[in-house]
């Protein structure tokens, strides 16, 4: 069974567009979190959601806006993409919040290109 | 740039050596952790230190803390080409609890 599942796990689309990934956890966590993997590796938090409520929201452009319908599920919706969005993005989920940060498990990640 | 310093950036070793990666961080922390990626896959958990702790073992995986010098250094004995990954820091702290990781370190484990 997959802890922390993401689709889609490739998404090519045009420069302008809005798309949403998906991403959903089955253990039962309350925190929920998106990071994005520039193409040299770096890894910056995005947001955080514990229990559907938003605790970090990242020096983010506001095209990226975060849902979450229930506590299992953390989608991200990206407005009028842009060349710069191109990255990995990661899906993870703690069962404790920010500041009692304990393992966080990671989704397989959604590879962005964006033309 | 609040991001964690890694190095080496890269470090390739022999099959058996032990490899050795460092952690370096800007603010108070609550508790560090590594993290193991495999060429295009996601994050593994390897291990968390405590803030209070200065060492921790797991398996092959020794990590410590220098929360004086801000700190923290990964091992990894008797290694394998199943090692070769790039691991990376990841802690929390800081009055918001800002979660950063650091830069990474590619390690290839020749066979």
């Known amino acids: 069974d997959t802890a922390v599942s993401q689709t889609p796990k490739y998404l090519v689309t045009q420069m302008g567009n809005d798309k949403s990934i998906k991403c959903e956890q089955n253990l039962g966590h309350d925190t929920m979190y998106w990071y994005k993997q520039d193409s040299k590796k770096f890894l910056k938090i995005m947001f955080s959601?514990?229990?559907?409520?938003?605790?970090i929201n990242e020096t983010v452009p506001n095209r990226f806006s975060p849902k979450s319908p229930d506590k299992a599920h953390l989608n991200l919706h990206i407005n009028s993409l842009e060349l710069g969005d191109s990255a990995v993005y990661f899906c993870?989920?703690?069962?404790?919040?920010?500041?009692?940060?304990?393992?966080?498990?990671f989704g397989p990640g959604t590879r962005l290109t964006v033309l | 740039s609040q991001q964690g310093e890694e190095d080496p950036q890269a470090l390739s070793i022999q099959e058996g050596e032990n490899a050795t990666m460092n952690c370096s961080y800007k603010?108070?922390?609550?508790?560090l952790q590594w993290y193991r990626q495999n060429s295009g896959r996601g994050l593994v958990h390897l291990i968390l230190?405590?803030?209070?702790?200065r060492e921790k073992h797991s398996g092959r995986l020794r990590v410590t803390l220098d929360t004086s010098k801000k700190s923290s250094s990964l091992l990894i004995t008797a290694s394998r080409a199943a090692d070769t990954a790039s691991y990376f820091c990841h802690y929390s702290g800081g009055s918001n609890y800002k979660l950063t990781f650091g830069k990474g370190t590619l390690l290839t484990v020749n066979p």
């Open positions: 959601y514990n229990n559907k409520e938003l605790i």
């Open positions: 993870a989920s703690s069962e404790l919040p920010p500041g009692l940060v304990y393992e966080q498990f």
């Open positions: 603010t108070s922390i609550n508790n």
């Open positions: 230190i405590r803030s209070n702790e």
